[in-house]
């Protein structure tokens, strides 16, 4: 798929370790012990009723490749970030035809696969590295020095930052010499038959700001399809050029802000709409193509951060109510709340799938509204988001036909957002999808709501909304 074809999808980020078992069983997993814990491509093939069924149409899965094998300083290769071999999949994973066959009944249902690639290193269990075990790059002149990246190279030494090593003396990931035009070469045809034989419809890239910026059009054009990358930075002006050398980028510098203005009732919400306003001014697509998101695998989830389920729902909220593409972690639905890497990659089988808890239905609620607004009109996906009210604890996000009323006051508070220009009809009957109350606009197609023990609400005139609230 392009970028264009991505913009109307929501994605469910998923660590295929931690994800299902081939068999359906729920073996121990515990995070603590970085170990491998049995989940495959086949599990997944086996449980896409129930992402579906929350209404994703898209999965983000692990790097596939063939990582080193056995225990290192920091563990086994689980998450699959550790290369060994570009041109081996990763056996713990399954074999080729389990990853054709998931593709395969992903499409049959009208879904996505998106697959996270690495090329800006290879891991190594030993200092210095055995350069041997590699495949391809198998001799020490195709990697960088080993000179790792120091804490204030990330302000002030691009260079550092590319052609440095990432981790540590425990365990170095070898830095590959991406300046070399046949190393380019290779990583393009590589990337260009992994697109191919698996039939994958867009990448995540890994670690893109280690790699020059120059690097990256080829290899995009290489993949052909919607490519969206890490650039693990907070500040807008940071992440835009690269939003210029491929389609887009997750957004980070939003996440910086949404996550601690929705941790805490005094977390400040403003700040979103000042990083969003300048990200939509300086991203070459503005905010449509990025991967919008609250949680994945390298940051603590929310629930390590607040427990309170008002905010939690205002927060799971903000990706499906802005410009991006909604990037859901796999397990938030659940209620998981691991903090820092590694507890925050619970295995999902623990959680026994269960589809009647309140975030799931909360979830399914939020992907039922988009769609709503979609089909009632199709511009909304290329309507930039406009806040009309931004305090520290208030944001009305105008997405038409959608107005979204989050806070951060919390459960038992009464949230209040007068919003007099929100652009419906004069005296328009309005629904809240997430709680599914009635509104009615004003005179002037404003609103004027208090809100219920703090909840979010999402209006949208009752025409739009669909069957949204007539389901379960
Ligand atoms: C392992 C252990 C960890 C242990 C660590 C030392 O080693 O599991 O417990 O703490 C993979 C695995 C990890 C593993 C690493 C290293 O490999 O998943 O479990 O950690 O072996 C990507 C992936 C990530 C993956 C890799 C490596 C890269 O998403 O899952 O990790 O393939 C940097 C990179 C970024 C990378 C991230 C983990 O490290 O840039 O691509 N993620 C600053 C820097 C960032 C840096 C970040 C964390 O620190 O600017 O570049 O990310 O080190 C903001 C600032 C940011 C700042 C943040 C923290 O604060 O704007 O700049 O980020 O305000
Ligand atoms: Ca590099």
């Known amino acids: 798929g392009s970028a264009g074809d991505w913009r109307t999808r929501t994605i469910y980020q998923l660590l295929t370790d931690r994800f299902a078992t081939p068999d359906g069983s729920s073996p121990t997993c515990n995070t603590g012990d970085r ?37 290192t300083a920091y563990g086994e290769a689980f998450h699959g970030y550790w290369t060994q071999n570009i041109d081996a999949l990763n056996p713990h994973f399954g074999t080729a035809d389990d990853l054709v066959n998931l593709s395969r009944e992903l499409h049959k249902r009208n879904m996505y696969l998106m697959v996270d690639v690495v090329v800006n290193h290879v891991a190594a269990p030993t200092n210095p590295p055995d350069f041997s075990i590699y495949t391809p790059f198998n001799q020490a002149s195709q990697f960088h020095p080993e000179v790792f990246i120091q804490g204030d190279d990330y302000t002030n030494n691009q260079t550092a930052v590319e052609q440095g090593w990432l981790g540590d003396t425990n365990l170095p990931l070898a830095d590959i010499n991406t300046e070399d035009p046949n190393i380019v070469s290779i990583y393009n045809n590589w990337i260009s038959a992994l697109v191919k034989n698996y039939t994958i419809d867009g990448i995540r890239i890994d670690t893109v700001k280690h790699v020059r910026q120059d690097f990256w059009p080829d290899f995009a054009k290489a993949a052909g399809v919607y490519t969206v990358g890490e650039v693990l930075d907070d500040k807008p002006s940071y992440l835009a050029p690269y939003t210029k050398v491929i389609d887009s980028v997750l957004d980070y510098s939003t996440y910086f802000k949404v996550f601690p203005a929705f941790s805490s009732t005094s977390g400040n919400m403003s700040a979103i709409a000042d990083f969003v306003q300048q990200a939509q001014g300086e991203f070459s697509n503005g905010e449509f193509f990025v991967g919008s ?32 593409i909604p990037i859901l972690y796999y397990g938030q639905e659940q209620g998981f709340a691991g903090g820092n890497d590694p507890d925050n990659r619970e295995a999902l089988w623990s959680s026994g799938y269960a589809t009647d808890k309140p975030l799931v239905q909360h979830v399914k609620k939020l992907n039922a509204a988009r769609r709503a607004a979609a089909s009632a009109l199709p511009e909304f996906y290329a309507n930039a988001a406009k806040f009309l009210v931004a305090t520290p604890n208030t944001l009305a996000v105008s997405k038409p036909p959608m107005l979204a009323l ?26 809240d999808v997430v709680g599914c109350g009635k509104v009615k606009a004003d005179g002037n197609g404003g609103v004027s709501v208090k809100g219920n023990n703090g909840m979010p609400q999402i209006l949208m005139p009752s025409s739009a909304a669909g069957s949204v609230c007539s389901g379960s």
């Open 293 to 324: 998101f609250i949680e994945n695998h390298d940051q603590p989830r929310l629930q390590s951060a607040t427990k309170d389920q008002s905010l939690v729902m205002n927060a799971m909220a903000w990706p499906f109510v802005q410009d991006g």
């Open 406 to 431: 989050l806070s951060n006051s919390g459960s038992g508070s009464s949230p209040q957002w007068d919003v007099p220009n929100a652009g419906f009809k004069a005296n328009e009957e309005l629904v």
């Open 35 to 71: 170990k491998y814990c049995g989940g495959t491509w086949k599990g997944i093939t086996t449980k896409l009723d129930y992402i579906q069924g929350m209404g994703f149409d898209s999965i983000w899965i692990s790097p596939v490749v063939a990582n080193v094998e056995g225990k």
